[in-house]
């Protein structure tokens, strides 16, 4: 059921980027005089959306800009000014500063009337990111005519482009492609048109190319369950957490105790002392689940998916794991107020039956705070950063099973007790090193927001060097070389098991040290900032696409039969260099993808005029014109995938059709090379 649902989202989601655009233009004409008019855009901004502004410097985002294909009557007078509250930052990708707007955004264009009326025709194209990805760039057309004054001159045209524009989407062919060996016209759904010669794969049609699949695509990503495996790994790293808030001194001791009251308080009844210890245990996962419950219903599920980019709330989960290490490094103690715990202790003697046990778990709850917390915390920090909002729960569920077995095992089996590891300084021990992971941790977060904010103080080879030293001196305090004030001062030689994790700890600091010099990583990818924040890398591995053209790049796949990965890419796309500097940067992705597929990178934001602009009909109905290259290749990831936003990657075989669902950002390896080996195992069958 609750795959069923997690695909519910998926394709919702699919299904509003492709039906609703996250920015909303409406544009209106306002006559100011009787000889000047201002076109104006009004733009509704999604959240979590901007909007670049004008004149921004090549190299850069899409800006806004306009441009006048009409103009009987009128002309334009200056430049394309905007209204709202503008957001000046510096984007490392591109080295330099861009504009942007954030909710709400105003365009306006000012034409001098010169003739007793007056035609005005043309369009306004924007670009728009978030945090993860950027739509293709987009336009909105106006269309205005009026009256100017009685004695100006008859209207003449001054257009400062004019354009012999496709009416329909049926008209006679017109090519518009790159090449000069495929005729091509877009139709309502497809693109028609001369057959396509394949060596060995007989004659694919270019309307067989750009035959919608968005239905196979979807069974495709239907079968990926990478959002159930998430939710697996956050539940094992909930028991995980459970088991290590078992060992801490806050835990460990009271163990013993509370399974010896149940048994000595059914000495008659040694059935009901068992069931006493399991309704306590229920009661544990009870009250944590309602922990987990709380916190979703104070942010709301869509807050809870928005926290993994929140930048914001990263830098306070970096703030609230840095006093979590400190209170387990013994700086100082987190405690509830003494008052609590008596009370709830009071309430649970004074009280009988399943009310007691309840209220005797939650005592335990307030007591084990100083040891639980930064244990919780971390939990709860992951689970709810990690996109999905029941990601809490789950994880709640694993650690209060971890932490209520023992309760019930020693019930079941008390003899176990004896055979128990008894108090002493190994559990100082392990708050020590849960700190250490904690403080590592922290630095994750505080990555998060450095990215998001260009504050360039923890990039790729500082945050390595961070995690060197953590790791390093956890390494040096499990062998004994280092010691903290409350550390067992009679204590000589180190357990043997602590020596073994220190060797570890050890070995995975000089496996970073590599990294420093742009050594890719894999197994701390998933944490570290993307390599693109090195300055000094020594590790290159390039991979360049081997065609720039759809129909070209498919065309050659066939011949040498191979598969083909789609790149949906734009010269102004940040998460796109991102990927490409995290991702294709490593050795075993490179080599595919220069070796095993025929990449075709395909540039949304082409400014390359097509020969002619061609109306199309969209899947909603409306119409559309494609004047430039990247509009053609927009349309093709609109129309045949039912995506819009950049980076997207798809696998597909030599007629078009998908080999192992999508891919967008996500700097994710292992998850990447399941994704191409995918798609070279079903193209092999």
Not at 198 to 203: H, I, L, P, R
Request: with cysteine; hydrophobic share 45%.
């Amino acid at each position: 059921m609750r795959s069923k649902i997690l695909l519910a989202f998926f394709v919702l989601f699919n299904l509003t980027l492709m039906a609703q655009n996250p920015v909303r233009f409406s544009v209106q004409q306002k006559k100011v005089s009787p000889t000047e008019v201002d076109v104006i855009f009004t733009g509704k901004i999604d959240a979590g959306w901007h909007v670049y502004s004008t004149g921004i410097p090549a190299g850069g985002p899409t800006s806004a800009s306009l441009t006048t294909e009409k103009a009987e009557g009128a002309q334009a007078v200056g430049k394309l000014t905007p209204r709202g509250k503008e957001v000046n930052v510096f984007e490392k990708m591109f080295e330099m500063k861009v504009r942007y707007f954030e909710h709400n955004v105003s365009f306006i264009q000012k034409y001098k009337i010169t003739g007793k009326t007056y035609k005005i025709a043309g369009y306004l194209e924007y670009g728009a990111c978030n945090e993860e990805m950027c739509m293709p760039p987009s336009t909105v057309e106006f269309n205005f005519t009026g009256n100017g004054p009685a004695d100006a001159p008859a209207a003449t045209e001054t257009a400062e482009a004019k354009g012999n524009e496709t009416e329909t989407a049926d008209a006679a062919a017109t090519q518009i492609g790159g090449t000069d060996t495929a005729k091509t016209v877009l139709t309502d759904n497809a693109m028609q048109g001369d057959s396509v010669q394949a060596s060995g794969a007989g004659a694919v049609s270019a309307s067989e190319l750009w035959r919608p699949v968005i239905k196979e695509l979807e069974a495709f990503n239907e079968d990926k369950g990478n959002k159930d495996n998430s939710l697996i790994g956050i539940f094992f790293m909930g028991i995980l957490g459970g088991f290590i808030a078992l060992l801490t001194p806050c835990v460990w001791p009271i163990i013993p105790m509370t399974v010896s009251f149940f048994l000595k308080r059914a000495k008659d009844d040694k059935g009901k002392g068992i069931r006493d210890a399991i309704t306590y245990g229920i009661s544990i996962i009870v009250i944590y689940m309602g922990l987990a419950a709380v916190i979703t219903a104070i942010f709301g599920p869509q807050k809870l998916n928005e926290l993994a980019t929140n930048a914001p709330f990263n830098v306070f989960f970096f703030l609230m794991l840095v006093v979590f290490a400190l209170s387990f490094f013994g700086w100082f103690e987190l405690r509830l107020p003494a008052s609590w715990g008596n009370a709830m202790d009071n309430k649970a003697a004074a009280t009988t039956g399943l009310l007691s046990i309840f209220l005797m778990a939650f005592t335990l709850s307030l007591v084990s705070f100083s040891c639980t917390a930064p244990v919780v915390g971390l939990l709860l920090v992951q689970a709810a950063t990690s996109g999905d909002w029941v990601a809490p729960a789950i994880g709640m569920f694993g650690f209060a099973f971890a932490l209520a077995l023992p309760f019930t095992l020693f019930a079941l089996f008390p003899t176990w007790l004896k055979q128990a590891p008894k108090s002493g300084s190994w559990m100082n021990m392990i708050k020590v090193v849960l700190g250490f992971i904690e403080l590592a941790f922290a630095f994750k977060f505080l990555s998060v927001a450095d990215l998001a904010y260009g504050w360039h103080i923890l990039d790729r080879e500082t945050f390595l060097a961070i995690w060197i030293v953590i790791f390093g001196i956890m390494g040096l305090y499990l062998i004994g070389k280092v010691k903290f004030p409350h550390d067992d001062p009679t204590q000589t030689a180190m357990p043997v098991p602590a020596i073994m994790l220190g060797m570890i700890s050890l070995a995975f600091t000089v496996y970073m040290v590599p990294g420093l010099w742009g050594a890719p990583l894999k197994a701390v990818s998933a944490f570290a900032p993307p390599i693109y924040t090195q300055d000094f890398n020594l590790h290159h591995q390039e991979v360049e696409p081997k065609y720039k053209d759809y129909e070209e790049g498919m065309r050659a796949a066939a011949q040498a039969g191979k598969p083909v990965m789609l790149d949906f890419t734009g010269f102004g796309c940040v998460n796109c260099r991102k990927m490409e500097g995290a991702v294709w940067t490593n050795a075993e992705v490179a080599e595919k993808l220069n070796n095993d597929y025929i990449l075709i990178s395909l540039y949304v934001d082409d400014k390359t005029p097509l020969k002619e602009p061609i109306k199309v009909k969209r899947s909603d109905g409306t119409i559309r014109t494609l004047r430039t290259i990247g509009d053609k290749w927009s349309y093709l990831q609109e129309s045949k995938f039912g995506y819009l936003a950049q980076p997207f990657y798809v696998t597909v075989d030599n007629q078009g059709n998908p080999l192992s669902g999508s891919f967008v950002y996500k700097e994710d390896i292992p998850g990447y090379l399941d994704f191409l080996n995918k798609g070279i195992e079903n193209y092999k069958k």
